[in-house]
């Protein structure tokens, strides 16, 4: 039993903040790597930043200034934290667990975020 639960979405005026979590189950997430990606209705997924099993952080040039990603052992848990959300970063967002052997990987439900006043 694997489970992969984001959370942290929601209304957000432009300029603010906000913290997506994603946590997963402790058979994967000490050796599987871990992704962020966001989703406009009918386009691709989009890969936003990643995190390895070795602690290693990835975030996407495009976001590097404003987004940043974490991970605490403690709570099984990865965050994303977004920082001067623009309208244009309302999208749903994903997690995604995978490994080398394993490249679909476990995904979540997403959470959505929507950027407006």
């Known amino acids: 039993q694997v489970h992969v639960v984001e959370s942290g979405g929601g209304l957000v005026q432009p300029g603010g903040s906000a913290r997506l979590s994603c946590s997963a189950s402790?058979?994967?997430?000490?050796?599987?790597?871990m992704g962020w990606y966001r989703q406009y209705p009918g386009e691709h997924r989009e890969m936003v930043a990643s995190m390895r099993s070795n602690g290693r952080a990835y975030v996407k040039e495009v976001f590097r200034n404003r987004f940043s990603i974490a991970r605490d052992n403690s709570t099984n848990t990865v965050y994303l934290q977004m920082n001067s959300l623009k309208p244009e970063d309302t999208a749903a967002y994903f997690c995604?667990?995978?490994?080398?052997?394993?490249?679909?990987?476990?995904w979540g439900q997403g959470t959505q975020v929507t950027v407006s006043s």
């Open positions: 402790d058979s994967i997430f000490s050796t599987y790597h």
């Open positions: 995604n667990f995978y490994s080398d052997t394993d490249v679909h990987g476990y």
